[in-house]
């Protein structure tokens, strides 16, 4: 009789476990970057459902106190990712950025981050509670 309340406590917790999600976690290579390296962002499904997510990522620089979005002049294809449970799926971030004063019109001059600390914001979705905004911090050095 024992195994079966054991069992009947299990399958209450997978259940409310499963109820909460999206459960991810989401990670860079390292902390600190260099002008010109790539990060990889990495997904890693640690739930029981699905989880979805495109290409688009945004990056943000923090100054003065607030997080401010960088104009990165990236163009993303339109790419859903789905991700099962258990599984893992990497990305590379461009460090790079458009002037203000740039046009996205034509061949863009991207240049390198200069030194700070940023976070790369990516959207990912999952059953039950729909889409989150999963970010992680870096830092940016000479």
């Not at 620089?61 to 997080?67: A, D, H, I, L, V």
């Amino acid at each position: 009789m024992r195994w079966k309340s054991g069992a009947a406590i299990a399958l209450i917790i997978l259940l409310v476990w499963g109820l909460t999600g999206p459960h991810f976690y989401i990670e860079l290579d390292k902390s600190v970057y260099h002008r010109g390296e790539e990060p990889v962002l990495r997904i890693l499904n640690t739930g029981l459902a699905p989880i979805s997510f495109g290409e688009v990522y945004l990056l943000y620089r923090y100054e003065n106190g607030t997080w401010t979005q960088v104009r990165t002049g990236l163009i993303f294809i339109a790419i859903l990712h789905w991700l099962m449970p258990f599984q893992s799926w990497e990305q590379k971030v461009s460090l790079k950025y458009l002037p203000e004063n740039e046009s996205v019109k034509g061949i863009p001059s991207l240049h390198d981050l200069p030194p700070g600390r940023y976070r790369v914001v990516k959207e990912v979705c999952g059953w039950p509670r729909g889409c989150v905004n999963a970010s992680v911090e870096f830092e940016v050095k000479d």
